[in-house]
């Protein structure tokens, strides 16, 4: 019984430090300035197809997740010029980004 439990627990230490490993990996992360430059490069895209002047709502001011950003590109790429030139619309996937100072 005490050897099941010891390897549980190593199963476990394993398990958890490889998650530990896989979120902070910095391939899954923009560095502010990259995370910035392309959510300006995207409004851009957007405000001219679009005939606004429209800025980004908040700077990101530390890393930020690849997969969050796409996904508010995303939506930004899919909203009718109408909806995208309403005063103070921001979409709900960008404003949900997350920030990481690690």
């Not at 627990?9 to 430059?37: K, M, W």
């Amino acid at each position: 019984m005490k050897l099941l439990f010891r390897r549980i627990g190593i199963a476990l230490l394993f398990a958890g430090l490889s998650f530990h490993c896989i979120q902070n990996r910095d391939d899954l992360f923009y560095s502010a300035q990259e995370g910035n430059q392309k959510t300006f490069e995207t409004y851009a895209l957007k405000n001219s197809a679009c005939g606004t002047n429209k800025l980004p709502g908040a700077l990101l001011l530390g890393r930020v997740k690849i997969d969050d950003l796409k996904l508010c590109f995303r939506a930004i790429e899919l909203i009718d010029c109408v909806t995208w030139n309403t005063e103070g619309y921001v979409p709900g996937s960008c404003k949900a980004i997350g920030t990481s100072f690690k």
